[in-house]
């Protein structure tokens, strides 16, 4: 299984906007992590509209979380993020899989998922920054310039 480039980009922003209690621009968390700009920007729209972070325009504008980091759970984000129906082909509803109901493959996948899902709930995002500090100062400093 490989999650998807937004939900990696969304665990990025969560985890920068837990470590800092600035406002941070898309274009600011682009830079750092050398990311496209408006696939954060995608990304950061999706977090809004989860309740996961606040935005503000003007100046002093950027981004927040609206929750402590301490109550999103990393599963939240990953079920916001991936489509997890479509795991497997036969996941999605009329599928047209000849053995439907007839093989034990989809329960067991199904169960695979349900244990991965529970084991992300279980951990916050503020835990995916245990060192605040080491953290803030590696990702907040001037970004190097992309090797030519």
Same mark, same amino acid.
């Given at each position: %299984?490989? /999650?998807?480039?937004?939900? &990696?980009?969304?665990?990025?922003?969560?985890?920068?906007?837990?470590?800092?209690?600035?406002?941070?621009?898309?274009?600011? =968390?682009?830079?750092? @992590?050398?990311i496209?700009r408006?696939? !954060?920007?995608?990304?950061?729209?999706?977090?809004?509209?989860?309740g996961?972070?606040?935005? @503000?325009?003007?100046? $002093?504008? $950027?981004?927040? /979380?609206?929750r402590?980091? +301490?109550?999103?759970?990393?599963?939240?984000v990953?079920?916001?993020? +991936?489509?997890?129906?479509?795991?497997?082909?036969?996941?999605?509803?009329?599928?047209?899989?000849? =053995?439907?109901? %007839?093989? $034990?493959?989809?329960?067991?996948?199904?169960?695979?998922?349900?244990?991965?899902?529970?084991? !992300? &709930?279980?951990?916050?995002?503020?835990?995916?920054?245990? &060192?605040?500090r080491? @953290?803030?100062?590696r990702?907040?400093?001037?970004?190097?310039?992309?090797?030519?």
């Open positions: %299984m490989q /999650l998807s480039l937004h939900t &990696d980009y969304a665990l990025r922003v969560l985890m920068t906007l837990a470590a800092t209690d600035q406002h941070l621009s898309v274009d600011e =968390i682009a830079q750092r @992590f050398r496209s408006n696939h !954060l920007a995608k990304v950061v729209q999706g977090l809004q509209a989860a996961l972070v606040e935005t @503000f325009r003007g100046r $002093g504008g $950027g981004m927040r /979380l609206a402590p980091a +301490e109550t999103i759970t990393v599963g939240e990953v079920r916001r993020f +991936e489509n997890l129906d479509a795991f497997v082909s036969c996941f999605a509803a009329g599928s047209g899989c000849v =053995i439907n109901g %007839m093989c $034990g493959l989809k329960p067991l996948l199904s169960e695979a998922m349900e244990d991965f899902l529970a084991r !992300l &709930d279980q951990r916050r995002i503020g835990e995916l920054v245990p &060192d605040v080491a @953290f803030r100062e990702l907040l400093r001037e970004p190097q310039p992309s090797p030519a």
